[in-house]
């Protein structure tokens, strides 16, 4: 068996890195191939994360036929903010050969190497903000929007290549229905406070908008592990993804005496209506699709954003803020015919998040792994 690996740089031919999942995810019932132009996008040198981050795509070839995918990246912002000099990899996708999955991550081992860092940290694809992890339990069910899918041997074929668990991140299952009797008092106590107010996402301002609710989201989310703020374009090109999938009705900004404290946006589940297109958007898709969104709707959606800000987490009176926001959530989804949820992602050491989960009825159903290894 001869293994070769070829670097594609941002911009390259990326055919075979696309093409490639046919053969790894070749007779699994709930992969979710993503569409080509948006994986292209994020390994584009337009995607705005690469005006302070560098990166290569990898493909491995087992007598010249492409079995297996990876990226390296070195993010500047990640740098300066944690001070780890740790690099990333991301789109790991390979068949089950420990022979493949390492001689791709040794080669983006060497890139992250040669650009000084110390640490290799994954899957992220492309950065912390983007899908990452890979799944290690619950392979059972499709995977939802913007969130991976992978082989059971994958994780073991990552580890047999000298990495190890950093971290998990958990996504919870909640089926929509009556609220638990502690979740009821809890957004009853909330209901009943005169200063706070609820709106809706305004979808025609949607840039405006995201600018408030990333506010909100980098005073919560600033200490978390490995927390990156995005940049004002990276933010622009988020409102401009957003506007062809949101749904106003899932999504909460709430105030607290006029100003902006917490806010939730759920996602209807795009996954959904992409199986059937293979990756492909064009001629037909593009159509399919948006039959599907506008007319059949989804059954499922996941709460992809969560923030409340500090000073009113550490308040008492203000606790059962979350608890409030994910049943207003749930309400809504009922009246869209929405059936259940998954709430990601959560980190396994958050231990406030999960018990706020818990308190709702949500169940842990599949768990994502980010592996590290030192360079």
């Not at 408030?212 to 988020?238: C, H, Q």
């Not at 007319?295 to 499922?300: E, W």
Request: charged share 25%; aromatic share 10%; hydrophobic share 40%.
């Amino acid at each position: 068996m001869t293994i070769t690996v070829k670097d594609i740089p941002l911009g390259g031919d990326l055919s075979d890195f696309l093409s490639v999942v046919d053969e790894v995810y070749a007779g699994d019932p709930h992969y979710v191939r993503p569409l080509d132009f948006e994986v292209s996008g994020r390994l584009s040198r337009k995607n705005p994360f690469f005006e302070h981050a560098e990166g290569m795509a990898f493909v491995a070839y087992e007598n010249g036929l492409p079995v297996g995918r990876c990226t390296a990246q070195v993010d500047a912002a990640y740098s300066e903010r944690h001070g780890d000099a740790a690099g990333f990899f991301g789109f790991l996708d390979t068949v089950d050969k420990q022979e493949v999955t390492t001689a791709l991550l040794e080669r983006a081992a060497s890139y992250l190497r040669e650009r000084g860092m110390k640490k290799m940290l994954g899957p992220f694809s492309v950065s912390s903000n983007d899908e990452i992890g890979c799944l290690v339990d619950g392979f059972g069910t499709p995977p939802m929007i913007m969130m991976p899918h992978h082989r059971p041997y994958q994780g073991k074929l990552i580890e047999g290549a000298g990495l190890q668990k950093a971290k998990d991140l958990y996504a919870w299952r909640y089926v929509v229905g009556p609220l638990p009797r502690r979740a009821q008092k809890g957004y009853d106590q909330i209901a009943a406070l005169p200063e706070v107010s609820v709106r809706n996402v305004d979808k025609s301002n949607l840039t405006r908008e995201i600018e408030e609710v990333m506010s909100i989201f980098n005073d919560a989310w600033s200490d978390n592990w490995g927390y990156v703020p995005l940049s004002r374009a990276e933010l622009t090109k988020l409102a401009d993804d957003l506007k062809l999938i949101l749904e106003p009705r899932l999504t909460l900004v709430l105030s607290i005496d006029g100003e902006p404290a917490a806010f939730a946006i759920a996602l209807p589940n795009l996954n959904e209506h992409l199986k059937p297109l293979a990756g492909q958007l064009f001629p037909t898709g593009a159509l399919s699709l948006l039959y599907g969104m506008k007319v059949k709707g989804t059954r499922t959606a996941r709460l992809a954003l969560l923030g409340v800000r500090k000073k009113y987490r550490a308040m008492k009176r203000y606790g059962g803020l979350s608890t409030y926001m994910y049943a207003e959530l749930a309400k809504a989804g009922q009246r869209l015919g929405i059936e259940w949820g998954e709430l990601s992602w959560t980190l396994e050491d958050n231990t406030p998040v999960n018990l706020g989960i818990k308190l709702m009825g949500g169940k842990i159903y599949k768990t994502y792994r980010i592996f590290d290894r030192t360079l």
